[in-house]
């Protein structure tokens, strides 16, 4: 996650709570998620035939993004927020190059650091569990890649100029994630299921394209691609209404919703409630954005 000032307890305790969350949910996530390899979302892009060809859509289109991209066999490829290690494992068997993974959570770190072993590729691919807001200056990367797992950052102006500085010259940023938009801006209903997916999903930094492209532009990282996913995602499944009505009886108990957010499983129920309202609503898009690093 991002970092915006060392030393802060609330940035510590943002933190935590991110480690806290997924150490507590990423076993379910793999059990009853829209994919049993990662826990991104499926997206259903026109030939997708399946889940599991869905679960695999934005790691396909990242691959895609980098396979011409990075230099083979010497380049450099970072996942940021690696979850179980599926992305790093899908771009370590199509780009014959060094991979490495970082997540906060102790559990997600185990899960990938297994099966990196299980596919054979510990002598080029590894997990560091930390905040990929604190990377070393060295190595640098030919590229990294970030899917859902921005919005965690505490403070995403401050964490873009750190990762542009850890990019080559060149080197390409490639972030899949949600993505605020202006519509209805200042509308109570869009301002409270904003409040309620930033609260269950331990979001730290929930921004607008635009504003993500400027802050790249001042750490010297220019918009190369902004493609809209949010059309493919399968909303309104028969969970999510069941989950919609366990959740918006707690609306008029505001004090038992805030007791159920602090705890990992209900947060993840009423953010991904949330979440679900602002895509259908387009207050939120899940969108795949490629910055590179300016050449100088």
């Known amino acids: 996650m991002g970092q915006p000032s060392s030393g802060s307890s609330v940035v510590t305790g943002h933190v935590d709570r991110v480690a806290d969350y997924y150490d507590a949910n990423t076993r379910r996530f793999l059990r009853f998620g829209e994919s049993t390899e990662a826990i991104h979302r499926g997206v259903w892009l026109p030939g997708v035939a399946n889940a599991a060809e869905a679960g695999d859509t934005v790691n396909r289109l990242v691959v895609e993004r980098l396979s011409d991209h990075v230099p083979v066999p010497e380049g450099r490829v970072l996942d940021l927020g690696c979850g179980v290690g599926a992305t790093v494992v899908r771009i370590a068997r199509t780009i014959d190059a060094r991979v490495a993974g970082v997540t906060i959570s102790r559990v997600q770190a185990e899960i990938a650091e297994r099966r990196l072993a299980a596919e054979g590729l510990t002598e080029r691919c590894h997990i560091v569990r930390g905040d990929f807001a604190e990377l070393p200056p060295e190595p640098r990367y030919h590229a990294m890649v970030a899917i859902e797992s921005m919005v965690h ?11 542009a500085e850890r990019l080559e010259p060149g080197g390409r ?17 869009r301002e409270r299921c904003l409040d309620q997916f930033r609260a269950g ?3 730290g930094s929930l921004h607008s394209v635009s504003e993500l492209t400027e802050m790249g532009q001042r750490a010297g990282l220019r918009l190369l691609e902004n493609v809209d996913l949010t059309a493919h995602l399968r909303l309104g499944r028969p969970r999510d209404r069941v989950i919609d009505v366990v959740v918006g009886a707690t609306g008029a108990l505001p004090r038992v919703r805030d007791r159920l957010v602090e705890t990992p499983f209900w947060a993840n129920m009423i953010g ?3 979440l679900q309202a602002g895509l259908s609503r387009r207050w939120i898009e899940y969108r795949l954005l490629v910055l590179e690093r300016t050449v100088k």
């Open 201 to 203: 999903w331990r979001v």
């Open 272 to 274: 991904g409630s949330a």
């Open 173 to 189: 940023l490639v972030l899949c994630d949600d993505w605020m938009t202006d519509k209805d801006r200042g509308l109570p209903a």
């Open 153 to 163: 950052s505490p403070s995403l102006a401050e964490l873009i100029p750190t990762l």
